[in-house]
């Protein structure tokens, strides 16, 4: 069996924000094999009728979205805020329907789907409905990366009871800076299936690279803000403070991240445990931060503000 042709097709849903287009890939196959409907995080480079011209802007999608409910986001600025007050998001409505996807084509999905419950609220339902989405994201078992000032990207959730996601690291080097490289990783990543992409940059014009990146990426965006932190006060881990870190947190959520890396579970108490590995920390921003704590024999600063990170 081979595949024959592929296409981009949208699944229209009607919500009270509007009508909303769920993309998805029909995969057809040789020897009169039923067309396979997948899951499709390639955005508007694989649609001939909606594709950017090289290297230009996508279109804010979301923003059409709650153009006439500006009142609503006001109240709820996250996705977690409005979950929690039981307001189903036009995100959550997306969301449902990308996750139906494999049902839609399987009529053996049950069958398939290991169901089983655990105390950590285990349960993989028939239908993922929109509002099952807003009670798993209440619960905190599932988040909705979907920075409001990253409009262009189309919404996807991570949790324990929603389908597998993949993350794909791009990033510039100290010794090499091109944005059209970091472009062309980023659609290559998403045309092959990623549903997150980081950007690990390191160096120079970090903010300029992440801000090109955002405006082009139809999937989350996420980051390891110590890296920018650390590249602020001109790679002396000596230097680093958390009034460093929180401007850098700040700035890079007012740009459009969607996500971050904090590697706040680096204690003083562990570090004795990892002198002996092979390896050593393997983790950059790990490290940068065990250096930290042995130059100034103090506790991890992202622990302790963790709270206020949160927040």
């Not at 001109?234 to 230097?239: E, N, P, S, W």
Request: aromatic share 8%; hydrophobic share 40%; with cysteine.
């Amino acid at each position: 069996m081979q595949t024959i042709g592929r296409t981009k097709h949208y699944i229209p849903i009607t919500t009270e924000f509007g009508e909303l287009s769920v993309p998805f890939q029909k995969v057809t196959l040789s020897n009169h094999a039923p067309a396979l409907l997948l899951y499709d995080t390639s955005g508007p480079y694989t649609d001939p009728a909606k594709a950017p011209k090289p290297d230009a802007p996508l279109a804010p999608l979301r923003d059409r979205w709650w153009h006439e409910h500006n009142a609503l986001r006001q109240c709820f600025p996250t996705q977690l805020a409005a979950a929690r007050a039981g307001v189903i998001t036009p995100e959550m409505h997306f969301i449902a329907t990308r996750e139906n996807l494999a049902r839609l084509q399987s009529p053996h999905w049950q069958a398939k789907v290991s169901r089983h419950h655990d105390a950590y609220g285990s349960h993989i339902p028939d239908v993922v409905t929109p509002e099952f989405v807003r009670q798993e994201v209440a619960a905190g078992r599932a988040i909705i990366p979907s920075n409001h000032r990253h409009p262009e990207a189309e919404p996807m959730v991570i949790g324990r009871n929603f389908l597998v996601k993949v993350n794909a690291n791009i990033g510039t080097s100290p010794v090499h800076s091109s944005l059209a490289e970091e472009t062309d990783k980023l659609v290559r990543a998403v045309r092959w299936g990623a549903d997150t992409v980081m950007d690990l940059s390191t160096g120079k014009n970090i903010s300029e690279v992440r801000a090109h990146l955002l405006r082009r990426s139809p999937v989350p965006i996420g980051t390891v803000p110590i890296y920018e932190a650390l590249a602020r006060v001109g790679g002396k881990v000596r230097d680093l403070s958390w009034s460093v870190m929180f401007e850098v947190l700040h700035e890079q959520a007012e740009q459009g991240v969607d996500y971050f890396t904090i590697h706040a579970g680096v204690l003083r108490s562990l570090l004795p445990h990892a002198q002996h590995r092979v390896t050593g920390i393997v983790s950059r921003g790990g490290s940068i931060l065990a250096q930290w704590m042995q130059i100034h024999q103090r506790e991890n600063f992202l622990w302790e503000h963790f709270d206020e990170i949160c927040r």
